[in-house]
């Protein structure tokens, strides 16, 4: 099994260039090509790259995350239809169908990292109360300013650390 699949810095940019977008819904996963790969996106199969990060050699980690403490990802409802949509993709919907899993794991292996010294999390205070498909524009700007305002009040943590 090879994935996931990572890009190298140099690839980075063309990638964002080319594939970044945001608030898919699960069922929605664009594939492309690369290198003569079907590649498809990477939360699929960690969520959380803390072990790329250490693999890589890194010794501090700053980690964002999108949920508020205590939030554990349950299992993926509706597994028929996406074995259905993604037939032609047997270990994606394996994938897909741990990927509560994975994200727990990572998770917990983020925050004994916290807890150790070895990262900083950032993350939200309070629970999401949107789906990722929310068009209102005034709650999704009000989730954005929840973000930079974590973000600013990270600063000086990051500043200790780095």
């Not at 990477?42 to 508020?68: A, C, M, Q, Y």
């Amino acid at each position: 099994m090879r994935c996931p699949t990572y890009r190298d810095n140099a690839d980075a940019t063309v990638y964002l260039l080319k594939n970044l977008s945001g608030g898919r819904s699960t069922w929605v996963i664009e594939t492309w090509l690369c290198k003569g790969k079907i590649l498809m996106d990477g939360g699929v199969s960690s969520p959380i790259p803390i072990e790329k990060s250490i693999e890589d050699g890194n010794s501090f980690h700053i980690i964002i995350l999108t949920r508020n403490e205590g939030y554990e990802e349950a299992p993926l409802k509706h597994m028929g239809i996406t074995r259905l949509l993604y037939r032609k993709y047997p270990r994606l919907v394996e994938t897909m169908r741990r990927h509560h899993e994975i994200y727990n794991r990572q998770l917990c292996l983020c925050e004994q990292m916290a807890a150790s010294g070895g990262a900083l999390i950032i993350r939200p205070q309070n629970p999401l109360t949107m789906e990722s498909t929310e068009r209102d524009i005034a709650a999704l700007l009000r989730l954005h300013d929840e973000g930079y305002e974590e973000g600013v009040r990270a600063v000086n943590r990051i500043k200790e650390k780095c």
